[in-house]
């Protein structure tokens, strides 16, 4: 699977649009990007997923560069729940796999 | 609500001593799940993979003989952390891949701390 590079941390005005971007160079062609979220010390929650496509649901929304070498998670108003540490992981997986290798993730702070 | 539930969400015990930590998947089958180990500030690892009927199947570094995994049914697999260390207290959380979604479900975790 490929290896995902993101920011260490961010920070964004509550409110806000909080755009969290994420560099996957090495992705190959039938490997998603998924989006995943650790709110402290609880399970990680899955956001959004996409392969090709620029992807929208009631969480976020993903968009996918041409080329699929990077890729930008957008919250559109964040809120202070939406603090957490967000993974960026690229994943081959099929419909019943999902080891999924987490790197080290975006903490997002969301400021009053 | 959850699909994944963990169980317990804390445990505190001696030094040598088993604990046992139960994943559940409440409304879905899953032959397939996975351990994972998390410590302070830093990000998930995973441990093993653990595989229904089957025998676990372990990341480079982990010691099977003390991280027991048993996966006897469909929604049910445990991880026992066979005579803890203090070194072994961390966060551990399992996931569980639905069939028929792309999506893995996450338990939510458990805290264990060895005294």
């Known amino acids: 699977d490929a290896k995902t590079t993101q920011p260490t941390s961010m920070d964004c005005a509550e409110g806000r649009a909080a755009n969290l971007p994420c560099n996957h160079s090495?992705?190959?062609?039938?490997?998603?990007v998924y989006w995943y979220r650790q709110i402290h010390s609880q399970g990680p929650q899955y956001i959004i997923h996409g392969l090709k496509n620029n992807e929208t649901n009631e969480m976020a929304s993903l968009i996918i560069t041409e080329d699929r070498k990077s890729s930008t998670l957008i919250l559109p108003h964040a809120t202070l729940r939406d603090t957490a540490v967000y993974y960026c992981i690229g994943f081959r997986g099929s419909s019943n796999t999902g080891k999924l290798i987490f790197g080290q993730g975006t903490t997002l702070q969301v400021k009053p | 609500g959850a699909v994944v539930s963990q169980h317990p969400s804390w445990v505190i015990c001696k030094s040598g001593t088993s604990v046992k930590i139960e994943c559940r998947s409440l409304d879905f089958q899953a032959t397939t799940m996975f351990w994972y180990r998390q410590f302070p500030k830093q990000s998930l690892m995973l441990m093993a993979t653990?595989?229904?009927?089957?025998?676990?199947?372990?990341e480079q570094g982990v010691e099977k003989d003390k991280f027991l995994i048993n996966h006897a049914s469909l929604t049910l697999s445990t991880l026992t952390v066979t005579s803890a260390h203090p070194e072994d207290s961390s966060f551990y959380i399992c996931s569980a891949p639905r069939f028929g979604t792309t999506e893995a479900f996450f338990g939510q975790g458990t805290r264990l701390t060895v005294v």
């Open positions: 090495t992705i190959s062609g039938n490997e998603y």
């Open positions: 653990s595989n229904e009927g089957s025998k676990a199947t372990y």
